[in-house]
């Protein structure tokens, strides 16, 4: 499908996405979904997105994704921007909810670079099915873990956590019990997730910008391949 761009791309992008899941939530795992926004000119937006299964705790999605695209030195930004070039913009985010989740993957590249950008994506997520190494854990669990103890010095946002898990109807977590948490998860855990949300029929794929019909068919068969 195929529509004009609005003026905030970015909210276009994750209001596409989420309709796109919430519309499809009964059939999420059956066929991968791709929307086409069509704008002229050089660059485009693109949101990859994938829904979580339950039983994924808050802890592992976050260090999942601090992994993949949330952190500092994660991969997809040492791929795609630091190695491949094909971007200037790339990170992942998840969303969590009483119903579902969904982690997302936004970036930004050259319309000319499409298909190697989705190809770079799909090998980075495919390095994480394979294994995710302790040399990974070691590099981004000490932010969830012995950092939280600077949290003491940041009233405002400690405050901020609490509130939100007195919003859930959570007991707020005192910091070492919060360290503690993390620490539990371990890396061949967050292997079996990746496993469990990446790949084609879980995938969601948002695109705005210079588009063609006949890339919503190329997008579908570089998936296809995973």
Not at 1 to 24: A, F, P, T, Y
Request: net charge negative; glycine share 4%; aromatic share 12%.
């Amino acid at each position: 499908m195929i529509h004009l761009c609005e003026k905030n791309l970015s909210e276009l992008i994750i209001n596409e996405s989420q309709k796109q899941i919430r519309n499809n939530s009964e059939v999420v795992f059956a066929k991968n979904k791709i929307k086409l926004l069509n704008c002229d000119w050089e660059y485009v937006d693109m949101d990859i997105s994938f829904t979580v299964k339950k039983g994924v705790s808050q802890s592992e999605l976050t260090l999942l994704n601090s992994i993949l695209g949330g952190g500092t030195g994660a991969k997809l930004q040492y791929y795609l921007k630091d190695e491949l070039g094909l971007t200037y913009n790339v990170y992942s985010y998840f969303e969590m909810y009483s119903d579902f989740s969904a982690i997302h993957i936004a970036l930004s590249t050259h319309k000319g670079n499409v298909y190697k950008i989705i190809d770079a994506v799909i090998s980075v997520l495919n390095s994480l099915k394979e294994g995710i190494t302790e040399y990974d854990m070691q590099t981004n669990l000490p932010y969830y873990s012995e950092n939280t103890w600077f949290w003491l010095e940041d009233p405002e946002f400690l405050n901020l956590e609490i509130g939100w898990e007195l919003f859930r109807n959570e007991d707020p977590l005192k910091v070492e019990d919060r360290i503690e948490l993390y620490n539990k998860i371990t890396s061949t855990r967050l292997t079996n997730i990746a496993n469990d949300i990446f790949n084609e029929k879980n995938a969601f794929v948002t695109v705005v910008g210079a588009v063609e019909r006949k890339l919503e068919n190329q997008i579908k068969k570089r998936l296809a391949k995973w």
